[in-house]
């Protein structure tokens, strides 16, 4: 009895002290952290934004993936944004970045944007790919196809390191089961909503030939049999190339709707991990889906307040880390 006490309050003190941790980096980002020192910071983000996604309408998918991949690879501190040199390898070549992860440019257009708008180098490159993510939403929106606004926290500093296997590691694969996804995401103390409402950006967006090709040649794999005949039909098996074919999630690429969740309940999802969030079995997994796609106001809402979650996982603050110049490069290097 008095054993189990001891243990039980021990936990509690852990699990205080946790959740303080958590506030505690929560805490340290704020939606106004530029407002004194840089108000044009954030209308000059989305200027760029908008410029971009009105050229090329997928560049808002890209830049929300890459506000993802930057976050579950040691923390949103731009670590995916610096370039491979002589005697440093980052994470823009790992598995799930290479040939992928697109947007680069227009983060460094943001860069330079911004850098000229403040006077000098105020913003961090992380807080660019959180925001940057966050407009191409708010683009969405302004066109009224769909998505809503929400509130980014600021005041992340940028890594002066990256990690090749963290990337490597760290990041979920098209390949997972529903087992892998959620403790993927429980490892970066993201929840099965998280985890779901999250994956609806995949409402934006494309996918590569050479990533879905093992789904929809299976015979065995639970896919629409039309919905894989349609896609073979664009995407042919290995011996006959096009790996760089692109499929969207949803017919919708371009519009925040609910159709990749309503794709998901028809067995139509692209990816294997996609169609693991609905598998038929009336799981939670599957309500979750099942009430997105019917409540898009709540996919809208509930997806904002889960990229502010993703978005606050370890930044860098206070003196850690640096403000990158350019965000390819660390400050001092040769
Ligand atoms: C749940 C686990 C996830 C897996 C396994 C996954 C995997 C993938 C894969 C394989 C692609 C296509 C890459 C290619 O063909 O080159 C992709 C694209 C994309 N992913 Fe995910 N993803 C996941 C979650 C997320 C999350 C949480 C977000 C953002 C919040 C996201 C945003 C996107 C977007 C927007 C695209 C399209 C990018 C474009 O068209 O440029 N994904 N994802
Ligand atoms: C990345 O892709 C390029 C071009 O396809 C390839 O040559 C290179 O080997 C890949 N890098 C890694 C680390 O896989
Ligand atoms: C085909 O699908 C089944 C069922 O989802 C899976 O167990 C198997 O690993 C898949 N095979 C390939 C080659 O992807």
Known sequence: MARSRKVLSCCFI??????YLIFMAISQLSPDFYGDICPQALPTIRLVVYAA????????????RLHFHDCFVNGCDASVLLDDTESFTGEKTAGPNNNS???FDVIDEIKAAVNLACFGNIVSCA??????ARD???????????????????G??????????AANNDLPAP?????????NFDSHGLSLQDLVVLSGAHTLGFARCLIFRSRIYNETSTIDPTFARYLQAQCPPSNGGGDDILASFDDSPARFDANYFDALRQSRGVLHSDQQLFSGDGGEADSLVSYYSEKREAFWQDFGAAMVKMGSLSPLT????????????VNDAN
């Open 175 to 183: 390949f997972f089961d529903l087992p892998a996804l959620i403790s």
């Open 53 to 64: 996604i009105v050229k090329e309408p997928r560049m808002g998918a890209s830049l929300l």
């Open 136 to 154: 191409s939403i708010v683009a969405v929106s302004f066109l009224q196809l769909g998505g809503a606004p929400y509130e980014v926290l600021l």
């Open 318 to 329: 206070g003196s850690d880390g640096e403000i990158r110049e350019n965000c390819r490069y």
């Open 14 to 19: 852990q699990i205080t002290a946790f959740s």
């Open 101 to 103: 992860l697109r947007g």
């Open 156 to 165: 992340r500093r940028d890594a002066r390191t990256a990690s090749q296997a």
């Open 127 to 132: 807080d660019i790919l959180a925001v940057a």
